[in-house]
């Protein structure tokens, strides 16, 4: 089963509203969780690194005000797109690391964003 | 800096025929590599990966990878392609270094047809 869920799966809302999306271990706790963007037909972009109990590490390029994160237990990190713009409407998805480097990521399923 | 390529953007497969999606990697020590699959509107799942032993690994769905050190290479195969193998494939390498990111390579995608 699953062992990273992510809420909601799909948002769509106007534009200037601020959207949170939640990500969640389960049945783990997750001291690092990292969220992604992906636009259509590409990769993976890496926004953030959340860190339980400190700020999040952000990539370059990625504005960290419009961008919050927040790590506030070891199974809940959070990702609030601020006074969202029909640019920010993308594909975002969370992973979080269960048992050693040795081990592949897990990941969330998804939120769908589209911002009128 | 590690990185991984896929040099195709997409792999067309008649179904029964073996597949091979392409991968090749940079890092400055060992690598961790993985591979993972996409469907739509989902997150990634997770195929296989290399970490240390045998050059050859498999994984799930019937998946394989053939680490090649000499070649910088971990080629993602299957013998016998299914229409359902269809999808986003992503090859992946851990940056080990202070986050231990996923740095994923762009992704190739799979069609298998009928």
């Known amino acids: 089963g699953a062992v990273v869920s992510q809420h909601p799966s799909w948002v769509i809302c106007k534009s200037g509203t601020s959207v ?18 992906q636009f259509p037909k590409q990769s993976l972009m ?9 700020k999040a590490t952000y990539e370059q390029g990625v504005e960290k005000d419009k961008f919050l994160i ?4 070891l199974t809940l990190s959070t990702l609030t797109v601020t006074s969202a713009h029909p640019e920010d409407s993308s594909f975002y998805i969370c992973s979080a690391n269960r048992d050693g480097k040795e081990q592949p990521q897990h990941f969330g399923d998804g939120t769908r964003l589209s911002i009128l | 800096a ?8 997409q ?40 970490i240390t032993g045998d050059n050859l690994v498999k994984g799930s769905y019937g998946f394989e990878a053939e680490f090649n050190k000499s070649q910088t290479s971990f080629h ?16 992946a390498v851990r ?5 231990d990111k996923i740095i994923f390579g ?8 009928p």
Not at chain 2, 2 to 9: R, T
Request: aromatic share 12%; net charge positive.
């Open chain 2, 11 to 50: 792999v067309n497969v008649a179904e029964g025929n073996p597949l091979t999606v392409k991968c090749t990697y940079s890092v400055s020590g060992n690598p961790y590599l993985f591979w993972y699959v996409q469907y739509p509107n989902r997150g990634l799942q997770f195929l296989l990966k290399y």
């Open chain 1, 20 to 37: 949170k999306i939640e990500c969640r271990s389960l049945d783990f706790q997750a001291t690092t969780m990292f969220w992604y963007r």
């Open chain 2, 76 to 91: 993602l195969k299957k013998p016998s392609a299914l229409v359902s193998d269809s999808a986003l494939y992503f090859c």
């Open chain 2, 95 to 99: 940056d080990m270094g202070r986050d």
């Open chain 2, 2 to 9: 590690q990185s991984v390529a896929q040099p195709e953007d």
């Open chain 1, 46 to 54: 890496l926004m953030a690194t959340s860190n339980e109990g400190s």
């Open chain 2, 106 to 113: 762009k992704g190739t995608r799979l069609h298998i047809l």
């Open chain 1, 70 to 73: 927040n790590h506030a237990s």
